[in-house]
């Protein structure tokens, strides 16, 4: 769902909704540490991660929905540069 610039990052979610697996696509204008983490709508983290040195270019998260509850899930990603969140359903 969307896809949204902000300070070099570009991040599409897809498929959304899911019942399986969402795959976070995300572009990077410059080598960046990321992380990335999944909310639920209680504002439980369900899902945190760093990566070191991430290289310039389109980059994948996989992230597996079958182990979560149906409803709104939000997913942020942090680079050195911006914040991006994005919105993903789970519907089984």
Do not use: C, M
């Not at 992230?63 to 993903?88: E, M, P, S």
């Amino acid at each position: 769902v969307g896809e949204n610039v902000n300070g070099g990052l570009s991040v599409t979610a897809y498929p959304n909704p899911t019942a399986t697996t969402t795959t976070i696509e995300y572009t990077l204008q410059n080598a960046s540490d990321v992380s990335y983490k999944l909310v639920d709508a209680a504002g439980q983290t369900v899902l945190s991660a760093t990566e070191n040195n991430v290289h310039t270019g389109i980059n994948q998260i996989n992230i597996d929905a079958a182990a979560l509850a149906n409803g709104i899930y939000h997913f942020t990603i942090t680079t050195n540069d911006a914040t991006v969140t994005r919105k993903i359903i789970v519907n089984k």
